[in-house]
Every structure is written in C-alpha cells, then in structure tokens.
C-alpha cells in the first residue's frame, strides 16, 4: 500500500512564500503530482514531476511561482511557492501515479493520494 504524507502548510501574508513536503512510502519511482482543492471548488492539477528523470510539468497559472522538485534518498517531493495570493488559499494535495511513461496533473492518473494540508493565503 503506498501512502503519502503532506506538511508544511499554513497560514501565509500575501507576497509570501510557503515550501509544501510530501514523503511517499514505500520507497519507489513514481510520478508524483501535487493538487489542490479550495472551497467550492473542483480539485486542479498544479504540477508533476517525473520518475524517470526529475522532470517538470506545471499547469500554465501556476509556472513562475510554483516550483516542484524531489529527493529521491528522502523519498520526499516538494513544491516551492512563492508570491502567494488569496487565491491560493486551498487545501493541498500530493498524490502517486505508478504507471504513465510521463506525468501530467490529472486526478484520474493518480491511485495513492495523501490527506492534504491546508494554505491559508491572508493578511
């Protein structure tokens, strides 16, 4: 059973920077994804990083601010972000896709999600 665990978030002033983590065990290769669901809303894809060879994908409303990356001796994903808006304020999601060749941020691709943390965005 593969489980993911998120941390690192909280509540932020706009312009801030938060850096979200998320282990996943056990210990494997696999896409990693990060979503995120604010209230009343669907749950969107953000961005993924590849297993192959650490490669990024972001969704276009996200690319300059967000920032995915991996620890492959950690097992850890992270996502850096920075000049956070309101907008931002959801909670976040990680979650593993064991099978597709290169990753993209759709739900339907990612079996194994963790609980989510919450980023609260306000002054």
């Known amino acids: 059973q593969v489980q993911l665990v998120e941390s690192g978030g909280g509540l932020v002033q706009p312009g801030g920077s938060l850096r979200l983590s998320c282990v996943v065990s056990?210990?494997?290769?696999?896409?990693v994804g990060w979503f995120r669901q604010a209230p009343g809303q669907e749950r969107k894809g953000l961005s993924c990083i590849n297993s192959a060879d650490g490669s990024p994908y972001y969704a276009d409303f996200v690319k300059g601010r967000f920032t995915i990356s991996r620890d492959n001796v950690n097992n850890t994903v992270y996502l850096e972000m920075k000049n956070l808006k309101p907008e931002d304020t959801a909670v976040y999601y990680c979650a593993a896709d064991p099978k597709s060749r290169r990753c993209l941020p759709h739900q339907i691709l990612y079996p194994y999600w963790g609980q989510g943390t919450q980023v609260t965005v306000s002054s």
């Open positions: 056990p210990s494997h290769f696999y896409n």
